[in-house]
């Protein structure tokens, strides 16, 4: 396993996400949070992996309780990270809730403590009160956001007036953003920009496409339009040939893109033990420039149709049934 050294942490380059665990919308049942949720922490940890992040919001404290279960006994072996949802995030809520989350994670203290939006009407200063009452009475070990634009990212570090140690955002090969300003932002501060959606929830596997599309939540994504499944078949071509180059399979190249930059981990979510195993492996892949420059142009030549389009195109498609 490699790992990303700054600010005095030290994560895994592959997280594992844990969204999935316990939330309806993801569909999995509850098999797969009594049993695979379990299964997929501990193989994670045996494997080297040490991040794992949750969220309260997740099954609404249930993914938090899954992870509270498989931790016990492994506690030094994992760097906890959930996250506030921030309705009404005034001091005593902040407290309050971190505490629930600690109790749900069964640890003493939260490694690193993540504002999981910005609230667009509570000023931060407000929100930071809490933050650092929980800092001092050592309940957070450190404080990371989520979703904050550089900007927003920078104020609340004045506000809290200690670094902002990660932002978790939305980060793949199709949604490139945060290489303009947050990872510059992240290489150039000692910071850590935490990858979520890194194969935007299975479509860089490349095992869907226009007429194999997944059920519920993530049909009405972006990505799984199925114009935008087929504009993508060059990229996901390209990506399969570039891992049958390195015997690995396209998921693992398209992870092996991300942490290829300094200062970014990728937190994959997995259905099965087998997928975490091979999410895992990404870590040992190494990409060539030339790969990755590739792998660039073809993200810059895709051009997805948005939300407008979308009814059109399922008529279209169900027709072509
Ligand atoms: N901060 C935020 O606002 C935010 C938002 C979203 C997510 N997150 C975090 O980021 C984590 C990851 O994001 P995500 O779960 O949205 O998306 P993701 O990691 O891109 O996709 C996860 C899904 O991809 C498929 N998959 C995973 N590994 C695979 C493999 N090796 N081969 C083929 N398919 C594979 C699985 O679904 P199928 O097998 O069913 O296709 C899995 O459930 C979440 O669990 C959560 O912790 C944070």
Redesign the pocket.
């Known amino acids: 396993m490699k790992f990303v050294e700054a600010s005095g942490v030290k994560v895994s380059s592959i997280g ?6 316990g939330s309806r919308e ?3 049942g509850p098999e797969y949070a009594d049993r695979t949720a379990v299964e997929l922490v501990h193989r994670a940890l045996e494997l080297g992996v040490n991040l794992i ?3 309260e919001f ?1 099954g609404f404290g249930k ?1 938090e309780t899954v992870i509270g279960k498989a931790i016990s006994g492994l506690r030094d072996q994992v760097y906890v990270a959930t ?1 506030l949802f921030p309705i009404f995030p005034v001091r005593s809520l902040v407290v309050s809730r971190a505490k629930a989350s600690t109790v749900r994670l069964n640890v003493d203290a939260i490694d690193l403590y ?1 504002l ?2 910005p609230n667009p009407v509570m000023p931060i200063t407000e929100t930071v009160k809490g933050l650092k009452m929980l800092l001092d009475d050592g309940i957070i070990r450190n404080v990371g956001v ?2 904050f634009s550089l900007n927003q990212w920078r104020s609340a570090e004045i506000a809290l007036g200690k670094p902002i140690i990660s932002n ?3 980060f ?1 090969l199709l949604t490139r953003g945060p290489e303009t300003d947050l990872v510059p932002f992240a290489q150039a501060n000692n910071r850590i920009i ?15 496409s226009s007429i194999n599309r ?1 059920k519920g939540m ?1 049909s009405a994504r972006k990505f799984f339009f199925p114009t935008n499944l087929d504009r993508l078949r060059p990229l996901l071509d390209k990506l399969g040939q570039i891992a049958a180059g390195h015997d690995v ?4 190249v398209a ?1 092996a893109w991300l942490i290829s930059k300094p200062n970014v981990v ?7 033990v ?3 195993e ?2 895992v492996a ?1 870590a040992d892949i190494d990409l060539s420039k030339d790969e990755i420059e590739t792998l660039d142009e073809m993200s810059d030549q895709f051009e997805p149709v948005g939300p407008g389009a979308f009814l059109t195109d399922l008529k279209t498609f169900a027709k072509r049934r």
């Open positions: 594992l996400g844990t969204w999935q665990f993801w569909g999995y992040d949750t969220a997740y993914s996250k993540q999981h939006w989520s979703n978790q955002v939305h793949s935490i990858a979520y959606s890194p194969l935007e929830q299975g479509v860089l596997s490349g095992k869907y997944p993530r399979s396209s998921a693992q992870l990728a937190i994959p979510g997995a259905a099965t087998a997928q975490l091979s999410n990404a």
